[in-house]
């Protein structure tokens, strides 16, 4: 089985529990105004790799990912779901910890044969790293060029599959630090039965050049990166929405 790759990381500390061998998946229909890796954008581009090619180099550092394991991310992994299904059905009889860091915006609850393919992924699958851009469906729309609606359906899909989640959430000042909106973020997440971390990650810069690189002109161009202090101040706000719905409890 063949998969289409950006990049990948030997070594990833951020993408999941411990030290993690990391793939960047080719291909997205998301278009973040603070992606910072337009390259990653284009279906059926990027480079071939196989399942076996990936348990042999995670095997060669495996001293190394005590704690750790195999996580794919993007782009958009889900968009490649038959080789995600064969690698980490392949990491799991080897007892590796298997983590997928998606949006979600794949997720189709009605499409049968989709359904299938997810359900059978799930069984391979330790953690899910959900990314919520905005819980207001038009703000979503207008920050991704998607509604969020297929996003938090698979959220509830997760917790109905007993899938443990972590939710992360950029802030982009003006964007997405709304305290209403980041309110009702944390009363949805805190509905979730399945809900593990919260990760809070302030917005950055970093990717303008590519943009620059690829004669595409930067969405948020002027916007200043996110301070430490703000993500903060961000995630007190979403931990009192999870907070308010779970004492109801």
Same mark, same amino acid.
């Given at each position: ?21 990391v793939l960047f ?34 095997? $060669? %550092?495996?001293?190394? @990912?005590?704690?750790?394991?195999? #996580? ?5 992994? !889900?968009?490649?779901? /038959? ?25 189709? $609850? %009605?499409?049968?044969? @989709?359904?299938?393919?997810?359900? #059978? ?5 330790? !953690?899910?790293?959900? /990314? ?53 973020l944390g009363k ?34 002027g916007v200043s ?25």
């Open positions: 089985m063949t998969g289409y790759i950006h990049s990948k990381e030997s070594f990833g500390t951020v993408d999941g529990p411990g030290i993690r061998y998946m080719q291909g997205c229909p998301m278009r973040c105004l603070y992606c910072h890796n337009p390259d990653t954008w284009e279906v059926g581009a990027g480079t071939p790799i196989e399942v076996d090619e990936v348990i042999e180099e995670y095997h $060669k %550092n495996r001293q190394f @990912y005590q704690g750790g394991g195999i #996580t794919v991310t993007g782009g958009e992994p !889900l968009l490649q779901i /038959d080789f995600l299904i064969e690698l980490f059905r392949a990491a799991k009889e080897k007892n590796i910890h298997t983590c997928i860091d998606t949006s979600g915006v794949t997720f189709t $609850k %009605n499409e049968s044969a @989709y359904r299938e393919k997810l359900d #059978t992924l799930m069984k391979y699958t330790d !953690l899910v790293m959900l /990314d919520i851009k905005h819980i207001d469906p038009e703000r979503h729309k207008t920050l991704t060029a998607h509604s969020n609606e297929r996003i938090l359906e698979f959220a509830k899909y997760l917790e109905e599959m007993k899938i443990p989640v972590w939710i992360r959430h950029v802030v982009v000042e003006g964007h997405t630090d709304d305290p209403e909106h980041l309110f009702e949805f997440i805190g509905g979730l039965k399945n809900l593990r971390a919260l990760d809070v990650l302030p917005y950055h810069t970093m990717g303008e050049g590519k943009y620059q690189e690829m004669g595409i002109p930067y969405p948020l161009s990166p996110t301070s430490q202090k703000k993500a903060g101040e961000a995630k007190d706000i979403i931990l009192s929405g999870i907070c308010s719905v779970r004492k109801k409890k």
